[in-house]
């Protein structure tokens, strides 16, 4: 999802009248032969209005639209107005590894097939990475007609820095799998993005705190550009409790990175000084690691890993 350019034909924004997708010269390559384009088109993530021009005229024209959902593509082309004129089939997660070879045998026919998703771009946490790397690999012509995104929707609205960031994608469901994957970029100084079902956002939040430490800031951007958009911003921990009540909608999560080490970072000794200095006083262990890790700056796990080494070095 970080921005790179690359090497693309561009077409006008407004094709001049009897110049749609169909009219486009087809793809002629140095052996010779002559294949079709994949187009990979964006689609609204909430406000139809935010649909690009260009998605109406590449869905009249393609000579097959293969979309996540048929029925919402339905809906789509019907608020725009639009009737394709090729063959619409199915083309999602249960079926992607068995329909990409189909949709391959389409383009080196000379067909231009549309792919889009139920919002968003595809390959971007949805259908599309396979068949794309399919058509690589064949050498076939991939383009896209750009359209809204969630990631960088969700980055602008947050207030955390945009100038580097990493996409994560959705966190895996089981807590412990979630934890360890979350372990992984804990010293990520980049801005992180994730997505989130609603009904796992409290659990993912609080995780997040555990790993990342209660008080880094975080946005979590719900329905976004639809009636009821809500972005919530502050510390992990208070978002985490925020979400325990219940949350609906179509979640973006943003993370602030870890922050850049300091000149006078406290090393385990020190952190583990300060726990058993808040233990004599009548903290909980568990507390007390709570506590530092909060005034440091750090993940809790640090504080109580340098913990248990201590014990294990000096059983006393």
């Known amino acids: 999802m970080c921005g790179t350019g690359r090497d693309t034909v561009c077409f006008p924004f ?5 110049a749609g997708p169909r009219n ?5 390559w140095e052996d010779g032969g002559v294949t079709g384009t994949l187009v990979l088109a964006g689609t609204p993530i909430g406000d139809i209005a935010d649909a690009p021009p260009r998605l109406a005229e590449e869905l009249a024209g393609a000579d097959v639209v293969a979309a996540e959902d048929t029925r919402r593509l339905r809906r789509l082309t019907q608020a725009l107005g639009v009737t394709p004129k090729g063959r619409v089939l199915s083309y999602f ?10 949709l391959v045998q389409e383009l080196l026919g000379g067909a231009r097939v549309l792919l889009v998703t139920d919002a968003g771009m595809p390959s971007v946490s949805d259908p599309g990475y396979r068949l794309v790397a399919a058509a690589v690999e064949q050498d076939i012509r991939v383009t896209a007609v750009p359209g809204p995104s969630a990631v960088l929707t969700a980055l602008a609205l947050s207030g955390l820095p945009v100038d580097r960031f990493c996409f994560e994608g959705f966190l895996p469901r089981k ?12 010293g990520e100084r980049r801005t992180l993005v994730y997505f989130e079902a609603p009904h796992r956002l409290d659990d993912t939040l609080a995780a997040m705190a555990e790993v990342f430490g209660a008080e880094r800031r975080a946005a979590v951007c719900r329905e976004l550009t639809k009636t009821y958009e809500e972005v919530r911003r502050g510390p992990l921990a208070e978002l985490a409790r925020w979400a325990a009540e219940g ?6 999560v943003v993370v602030e990175g870890a922050p850049e080490p300091g000149p006078e970072e406290l090393d385990a000794a020190e952190l583990v000084r300060r ?9 909980r262990r568990k507390e007390a690691i709570a506590a530092v890790a909060t005034e440091a700056g750090l993940p809790k796990r640090v504080v109580f890993d340098a ?10």
């Open 14 to 18: 407004r094709l001049p009248p009897g």
């Open 24 to 28: 486009r010269p087809r793809n002629s």
């Open 93 to 102: 997660e249960g079926n992607e590894s068995a329909r990409t070879p189909e």
């Open 175 to 186: 807590a412990g799998e979630r934890l360890s994957r979350l372990r992984e970029v804990e």
């Open 247 to 252: 949350v609906r909608g179509e979640i973006t």
């Open 275 to 283: 726990v058993r200095v808040r233990e004599e006083a009548g903290e």
């Open 307 to 316: 913990v248990v080494a201590a014990k294990k070095a000096d059983p006393s």
